[in-house]
Nanobody, 127 residues
């Protein structure tokens, strides 16, 4: 069964850090681009970050650039999102996604067709 399972969400104060993890259940994980999206209450889902198969190419939303870092460990079938200097506006459910094509995930017209999605993990940043 193809599945992504996120973990690492929780409650943190403004300025704090969290690291999200997403584990893939299939063996060809290294052939997939991976990424993170988030959806705040009452808002549409938005792109956060993506990383290509080898980890050599990463893309970030402007709102998180310089604060968040995406990385992957293909030996562990895991992608990470290190979140530093968190702000209340980072509060959202964070979703992991996977697709064999890593291009243009920041476009809503593209992201809605990504192959695999996780169930989400809630991040709450208190002020």
């Amino acid at each position: 069964q193809v599945q992504l399972v996120e973990s690492g969400g929780g409650l943190v104060q403004t300025g704090g850090s969290l690291r999200l993890s997403c584990v893939a259940s299939w063996n060809t994980f290294s052939s997939y681009a991976m990424g993170w999206f988030r959806q705040a209450p009452g808002k549409e889902r938005e792109f956060v970050a993506s990383i290509w198969w080898s980890g050599g190419t990463t893309t970030y939303a402007h709102s998180v650039k310089g604060r968040f870092t995406i990385s992957r460990d293909n030996a562990r079938n895991t992608v990470y999102l290190q979140m530093n200097s968190l702000k209340p506006e980072d509060t959202a459910v964070y979703y992991c996604a996977a697709d064999r094509d890593g291009s243009s995930w920041y476009l809503a017209s593209r992201s809605k067709y990504l192959e695999v999605w996780g169930q989400g993990t809630l991040v709450t940043v208190s002020s």
